[in-house]
């Protein structure tokens, strides 16, 4: 182990950090910690669609991982760090204070769900993404057209605009804005200020309309005439941005202390999970990369000859070295995915009300277990039942975060079982009509990668997505492909390899299982495609 490396993995819920040898690619320790605030459900409204987490949590839990997982090797080890790789979810920004510091953690708003980084799945600011949406539309440059047309409630204008819409108290303070991934870098080298961060490229990218073609992010013109709130905004952001195989700056003195590690190594510029992932699944030219959680991120990477100048509509991006330096990084996703099973099994899980608390949890638990064991003994008949999984809004194709989920076929002969199917079979209908658009639009895709908690749990949900599909899918052997993929980015920052595709080739894991479709099946659900598509049109037209 004469070096390591340190991927950092900031989910949904938690915090994971995995030590890695930079050499022959072995995960060394690994240690989750959860966020303490975020668990007990503090600053969080689900009826307004409304999540925050607060930055004492992700540096909780930056300290308790880190330190765990050195705990866990030889008290030498941490001297071999040379290097930490940053990945988080995205779009989750926050506003700033001429510093750099985020509002949260200032004394006054320590409290305030409006100074908080709201999370990527946080829908309270529709109206400002239609806005955005309208004049972008009528001006001069299309701001929108680096992110599939159509800019989402789930990024980073949105978000920090609603909330200076929303809290006046805010606004005295509020300087700048930062995605939490360029937060983290930036607080662990000490260059906070605003206009001095190295912004990755993928979170400016996919989630901020940046573009080199139009000098970096909107002109302050734009954004005034968007919201006067956002007066100097625009001169408050660095128009460049780095890619993440490159050094955001050396770990401070500060902070090499509190984590245990040596002073001056690099920390290398930060980026969105689900790009990390892909790279730790090993991603290249034609892969589509599917992180399957809670929602879904498909990541592709193609070669700048394939699209020559065409812009892909409807998807979350397109962007010139977001994931692999030199290749066009491409993101589209669902908004729920194994939200959308969780829905299920609490919606079951409501009558266990009556019962005493030590006997909720086994019950809740053993749920989507029951359900999954009687789904995948259903015969294969066109039961009638059809659903949709825009639960939470959809991503992709063309995002629209006011769309509703909706079953139809329902009879009082229907099982539980029955639903359940039907609605993983509904999130693998949102899959391919992803892979369909992109493909329809040029985008060649030959292989598919599924990393994430559903991909090595749940052998039944990747079955019935390969059958729909149509196309064998891969499950990525390491079961921390985003932490992986942000130690791999830190073995290039610090001068390990060369390139990002270097440090993949020395530090990937392979493939732990290969699903390939059933013909009869694949045949079946083509045609339960096209009602999972006449479904989504009843469910657009005017209410």
Not at 316 to 321: I, R
Not at 389 to 401: E, I, K, M
Request: charged letters at 20%.
């Amino acid at each position: 182990m004469e070096k390591l490396v340190i991927g950092i993995d900031y989910g949904t819920d938690s915090c994971r950090a995995l030590i890695v040898d930079a050499v022959s690619g072995k995960e060394v320790a690994a240690r989750i910690a959860v966020y303490p605030r975020w668990k007990n459900g503090l600053y969080c409204d689900a009826s307004k669609n409304q999540y925050r987490q607060h930055p004492l949590d992700y540096i909780d839990t930056l300290e308790e991982s880190v330190k765990g997982a050195l705990a866990q090797l030889p008290a030498e080890a941490a001297r071999q760090v040379v290097g930490i790789g940053i990945d988080t979810t995205g779009s989750t920004p926050c506003l700033t204070d001429k510093q750099g510091t985020p509002l949260a953690l200032l004394p006054k708003y320590a409290e305030n769900p409006n100074a908080m980084f709201i999370l990527w799945k946080d829908h309270t600011s529709i109206k400002e993404a239609e806005e955005i949406n309208t004049l972008a539309y009528q001006w001069e440059v299309d701001y929108t057209s680096r992110s599939g047309g159509i800019y989402s409630s789930e990024w980073f204008w949105a978000k920090a605009l609603h909330a200076l819409r929303e809290d006046e108290s805010i606004r005295e303070e509020a300087y700048s804005i930062i995605e939490h991934c360029d937060w983290m870098p930036a607080l662990l080298t000490g260059n906070l200020r605003p206009g001095e961060v190295k912004r990755g490229r993928c979170a400016a990218g996919h989630k901020c309309m940046w573009a080199e073609e139009w000098g970096g992010y909107p002109s302050q013109e734009f954004l005034s005439a968007l919201d006067p709130l956002l007066n100097g905004f625009a001169a408050h952001l660095s128009t460049y941005t780095y890619t993440s195989d490159r050094s955001a700056g050396k770990l401070s003195q500060e902070w090499a202390a509190r984590l245990g590690l040596p002073a001056g190594i690099d920390v290398a510029v930060g980026i969105i999970d689900a790009h990390a992932g892909a790279i730790g699944a090993g991603i290249r030219a034609n892969t589509m990369v599917k992180i399957l959680g809670t929602s879904t991120c498909d990541i592709v990477v193609t070669p700048k000859s394939d699209l020559e100048e065409r812009l892909i509509p409807g998807i979350s991006g397109q962007v010139d070295g977001s994931v692999i330096p030199g290749l066009i990084g491409l993101e589209a996703g669902q908004s729920a995915f194994g939200d959308v099973y969780a829905w299920l099994r609490d919606f079951l899980s409501w009558s266990f009300s009556v019962l005493p608390a030590s006997d909720v949890e086994k019950a809740t638990g053993k749920i989507l277990q029951k359900l999954t064991e009687e789904a995948q003994d259903l015969p294969l008949t066109d039961d009638g039942i059809i659903a949709n999984d825009w639960l939470n809004g959809r991503r992709t194709p063309f995002a629209d975060q006011t769309l509703k989920g909706g079953i139809t076929g329902l009879t009082l002969g229907t099982t539980p079982a029955q639903v359940f199917r039907s609605l993983v079979e509904a999130t693998a209908f949102g899959s391919k009509a992803i892979m369909d658009h992109m493909e329809k639009e040029g985008v060649k895709i030959t292989e598919v990668i599924g990393v994430g908690g559903i991909s090595l749990k749940s052998p039944f949900v990747m079955q019935v997505l390969s059958d729909v599909m149509g196309i064998p899918i891969k499950v990525a052997a390491s079961q921390q492909a985003g932490a992986l993929g942000a130690a791999m980015c830190a073995a290039v920052a610090s001068g390990v390899y060369p390139t990002v595709e270097h440090a993949q080739s020395a530090m990937g894991q392979g493939v732990l299982a290969e699903y390939l479709p059933n013909e009869e099946r694949k045949a079946h659900y083509a045609g339960k495609q096209e009602q999972y598509r006449k479904l989504g049109q009843f469910l657009t037209l005017p209410q």
